[in-house]
């Protein structure tokens, strides 16, 4: 056998262990570790968005929704001169408006809560 084929798995040409391959092992557990301190972050950014109770108003303030972050109805405030048994359809709009405004503050808040960790990551 010629001394360019014995078991040249376990040297490089260089003398090495290991085939001379170098994945920055260093580099690559620093980096895990960004990835997961950056992940508790995002985790306590929305925790502290579900948390928080979010107000929305519609008809001048005849229909008040809070919702907090997760999206979970806290109260529903109706001005009783709104309620016209001849004119529902009405009240029910004012309250898809408000809810609607309500969740559109959340998704705004939580967006501009986690796109920077989107950008951070490449995103």
């Known amino acids: ?17 290991g085939g001379g391959f170098n994945m920055g092992g260093g580099n690559m557990q620093q980096m895990l570790k ?7 972050e995002m985790q306590k950014e929305q925790e502290e968005i579900n948390e928080t109770v979010f107000e929305a108003t519609s008809g001048g303030g005849a229909v ?10 806290e109260s529903i405030e109706i001005k009783p001169e709104v309620v016209d048994p001849e ?15 309500a969740a559109a503050k959340i998704d705004e808040l939580t967006h501009e809560k986690m ?3 989107s950008s951070m990551i490449g995103g």
């Open 87 to 101: 004119d529902v359809e009405m009240l029910q709009d004012l309250i898809i408006a408000a809810f609607n405004d």
């Open 115 to 117: 796109d920077k960790y």
């Open 64 to 73: 008040v929704i809070k919702m907090k972050g997760d999206k979970t109805l």
């Open 34 to 40: 960004q990835a997961q301190r950056m992940q508790s």
């Open 1 to 17: 056998m010629s001394s360019g084929m014995r078991g040249g798995f376990g040297r490089s040409r260089g003398g090495q262990q």
